[in-house]
């Protein structure tokens, strides 16, 4: 149901992040994953382009707050359906399955691949409103549109889940990220976004103070700001920070692209590449880590590679 895709896409992405948090798996990211819905292809070819040994693959199909929930896992190789499972419940009942269906996945996975036994606790979504929950999904929704009217529309359903539940962390990092893209495309001017981007992620790192998309945002807003005032050490600071951040959370895109920012402001596009690299061999159909890809290419006058990146 097109009225719910907003909502299957949320689930999605929120159990893709949890099965991220597993030690020693790869997870093919959301655009990567996203690619190949409504795509009549095999399980096997899906597999083989995501270069993935197992698939996750369900339905959601919602009615009021009535919703059902398929999911199966499936060993790419030979069709081999590793665990399956069906769940009928209300909507208050969401956050419990997405734990469910995480929790077994990743205990099937990691008996099967991993040969450790036992369930990992893995961390969700950061409310358990679902009137805050469905707001903060359509938000979702409206940013990957990547249009001024859905970044606008997506500050506005943020501020809604916000207004509901005020403790909702992931709310106020994605409101963070928002204000970044509007600055980036012109719909905030420079120190009306810094003051919000700063304002919204200090009350976010107090109530999650290791979250690396909080961090790398509010360290790019603070050093956007000294860069202003005539700070010329600032966006040096700012990629050596983010070097760290970086590093510590390889899966997270968004610290990325915050280091190809600061290090294309330092003329430092030579050191875009790899890191840029590294993020494609997690999401390989992410359209703009293959158009940041090619613009670095680009003033490395590296024109056939860049050209490649670009188509």
């Not at 009549?40 to 040994?53: H, P, R």
């Not at 069906?86 to 099967?112: K, W």
């Not at 050490?233 to 280091?259: F, K, Q, W, Y």
Request: net charge negative.
């Amino acid at each position: 149901d097109k009225d719910n895709e907003y909502f299957s896409d949320g689930l999605t992405e929120t159990l893709l992040h949890m099965l991220a948090q597993i030690p020693d798996l790869k997870v093919a990211a959301r655009t990567s994953s996203f690619a190949f819905k409504d795509q009549n292809l095999g399980i096997k070819a899906i597999a083989d382009a995501l270069e993935v040994a197992h698939v996750l693959e369900g339905s959601v199909q919602r009615a009021g707050d009535e919703v059902r929930i398929t999911a199966q896992l499936i060993r790419a190789s030979d069709g081999f359906h590793v665990w399956s499972q069906v769940y009928d419940r209300t909507l208050d009942d969401i956050f419990a399955i997405q734990d469910e269906i995480a929790s077994h996945v990743g205990a099937a996975l990691s008996a099967s691949l991993l040969g450790t036994e036992g369930e990992t606790q893995l961390a969700g979504v950061t409310t358990t409103d679902p009137d805050a929950y469905d707001l903060y999904l359509q938000a979702r929704k409206e940013r990957a549109t990547y249009s001024y009217g859905g970044l606008q529309a997506a500050e506005d359903l943020l501020k809604g889940a916000l207004l509901i539940d005020p403790d909702f962390t992931d709310a106020k990092t994605e409101l963070a990220t928002s204000y970044v893209l509007q600055f980036e495309t012109g719909l905030m001017d420079r120190p009306t976004a810094v003051a919000e981007i700063v304002a919204i992620t200090d009350q976010a790192l107090i109530e999650q103070p290791e979250d690396p998309v909080a961090k790398a945002t509010s360290l790019y807003a603070k050093a956007l700001s000294l860069a202003s005032l005539g700070d010329e050490a600032a966006m040096n600071d700012l990629a050596n920070e983010l070097e760290t951040i970086v590093e510590g959370s390889p899966t997270s895109l968004e610290p990325r692209l915050l280091l190809v920012r600061a290090y294309h402001q330092l003329q430092r596009s030579d050191e875009c590449v790899p890191i840029l690299e590294e993020s494609l061999a997690l999401d390989p159909f992410n359209p703009t880590l293959h158009y940041e890809l090619g613009r670095a290419l680009i003033e490395n006058e590296r024109w056939d590679e860049a050209r490649t990146a670009l188509e």
